[in-house]
């Protein structure tokens, strides 16, 4: 069976600073990863995915993860948040076979003024 | 064009009530997905079409029931539903099966 952790349920940073968001996965096989992020009251929105390549992957909105795969990680960073960036972000993986999608717990993104 | 459009926005309904939401995309996607949502969780899957076959059902209740009439339209039909069906219920579309999924604005449900 496939999973994802993301340990905080909130991260906190000033604006400006570099921040990142935790994600750890457990597949069998060669992982497909994915970023979603989710603002109130809306869907979700595709950031970024890593399916085989560079292990560092850059998405929307100046978000880049990067893949490990000795520490099964696939952590969300950005060099300088913006406020508006604050929102619910959602990790998620499926394996090489075409599983179904499995979804970590989310993590609250809050970046203050 | 990445867009899938969901109707209606919100939806009051009672336990009593018939109703149905409406998902569809125009990107030529062979897959589609409704998943359910609450509130601060990440989405739970309901059900998969794949090229307009059902392939998936999550065990979901009967008083759900998905409808594909189309490549580019989704829908789920809503009956005697419970309070705690409350929910946001997101739609999904992909060029194949468990490609990269793209999300509709979602159908915030509340079952009085």
């Known amino acids: 069976a496939q999973s994802v952790a993301q340990p905080e349920d909130q991260v906190n940073v000033a604006e400006g600073n570099p921040l990142t968001v935790k994600c750890t996965y457990s597949v069998s096989g060669n992982p497909y990863l994915f970023w979603y992020v989710q603002y109130p009251n809306r869907g979700l929105q595709f950031l970024l995915k890593?399916?085989?390549?560079?292990?560092l992957v850059k998405g929307s909105y100046g978000f880049e993860a990067e893949f490990n795969k000795s520490q099964t990680s696939f952590h969300l960073k950005k060099p300088s948040a913006l406020v508006s960036d604050s929102a619910l972000y959602f990790c998620?993986?499926?394996?090489?076979?075409?599983?179904?999608?499995?979804f970590g717990g989310g993590t609250r993104l809050m970046v203050k003024p | 064009d990445t867009e899938v459009t969901q109707t209606p926005k919100h939806l009051v309904m009672g336990m009593t009530n018939k109703k149905s939401l409406k998902c569809e995309q125009h990107?030529?996607?062979?897959?589609m997905y409704w998943y359910k949502q609450k509130a601060k969780k990440p989405p739970e899957l309901m059900f998969v079409?794949?090229?307009?076959?059902?392939?998936i059902n999550e065990s979901v209740p009967s008083r759900f029931s998905p409808e594909c009439p189309n490549s580019s339209l989704l829908n789920l039909h809503l009956h005697a539903l419970q309070p705690e069906d409350s929910a946001l219920y997101l739609c999904?579309?992909?060029?194949?099966?468990?490609?990269?999924?793209?999300f509709g604005p979602g159908t915030r449900l509340l079952v009085l």
């Open positions: 998620a993986v499926r394996d090489f076979s075409g599983n179904m999608l499995t």
């Open positions: 890593y399916i085989t390549g560079d292990n």
């Open positions: 999904a579309s992909s060029q194949g099966p468990w490609e990269t999924q793209y």
């Open positions: 990107m030529g996607h062979r897959a």
């Open positions: 079409y794949s090229y307009e076959k059902l392939s």
